[in-house]
C-alpha cells in the first residue's frame, strides 16, 4: 500500500487541476447554465436531466438535490430524472431502440419553458444528442454537459459545458462539481432571505 500514496496524490492533483481549468475556461457557460435552470424553475418550468452509466446516476443526483433539498430547508423544485424508470427505459428499447429512450420521454414530458441537461462525458452519446435535438425541437432551452472537445453535442445544446480532459473520471469528478455549484446557486438564489 505504500506505492500507493504517490499514485494517490498525483490522481487528486490531476482532479484538482482539471477542476480548477474547468472553472477557468467554462466559468461563463457554467453561470449561463445556472442562470437558466434558475429562469426555468422560477417561470413555473422544470428541470429534464439525462444521460448513461456514470452520467445517469449524475441526473438522479441532480434531480435528488432539486426535489428533496441541497443545503436549505425548502419546498422542493421540479426536476425529473429521465434515466430511473426502467418499464419506460426497457419498452422504448426493446420495442424500438435504445437510442430512443430520451427522446420519446423528452416528447412526452418536455415543454417550452423546461430546460433538458444532457450528460455525456464524450459529447457523442447518441440517446443523449437524440434527446437534446427533440428538446430543442419542442422549444425546450438545452444545456450539453460533456468533455474533450465537446463532442457533437454542441450541435444540439443551446449552453455547452466542456470539462477540458479526455479522462472520463476527472470528467466525472467535474461533473459533479458542476452539479453541486448549480444546485446551490439555484437554491440560494430562490430561497435564501
Request: hydrophobic fraction near 40%; charge should be neutral; glycine fraction near 8%.
Amino acid at each position: 500500500m505504500n506505492n500507493w500514496t504517490g499514485r494517490a496524490q498525483k490522481i487528486l492533483e490531476d482532479s484538482l487541476s482539471v477542476k480548477r481549468l474547468f472553472w477557468d475556461k467554462q466559468r461563463e457557460n457554467i453561470l449561463k447554465s445556472a442562470e437558466a435552470i434558475l429562469n426555468s424553475l422560477k417561470n413555473g418550468g422544470k428541470l429534464l436531466i439525462f444521460g448513461n452509466g456514470g452520467s445517469a446516476a449524475d441526473a438522479q443526483h441532480m434531480a435528488a438535490e432539486f426535489i428533496n433539498r441541497f443545503r436549505l430547508e425548502r419546498e422542493p423544485l421540479p426536476a425529473i430524472a429521465l434515466t430511473t424508470d426502467t418499464s419506460i427505459l426497457t419498452a422504448v428499447a426493446n420495442d424500438y431502440d435504445f437510442s430512443d429512450v430520451f427522446e420519446k420521454q423528452i416528447k412526452a414530458l418536455g415543454q417550452p419553458g423546461d430546460v433538458a441537461l444532457g450528460i455525456s462525458t464524450s459529447g457523442n452519446s447518441k440517446n443523449v444528442l437524440r434527446g437534446l435535438k427533440a428538446a430543442r425541437e419542442q422549444g425546450l432551452l438545452t444545456i450539453g454537459l460533456t468533455g474533450g472537445t465537446g463532442g457533437n453535442m454542441a450541435s444540439f445544446a443551446n449552453i455547452l459545458v466542456v470539462v477540458p480532459s479526455r479522462e472520463t473520471p476527472r470528467i466525472q469528478e467535474a461533473h459533479i462539481f458542476y452539479i453541486h455549484l448549480v444546485c446551490e446557486l439555484v437554491e440560494e438564489a430562490i430561497f435564501a432571505s
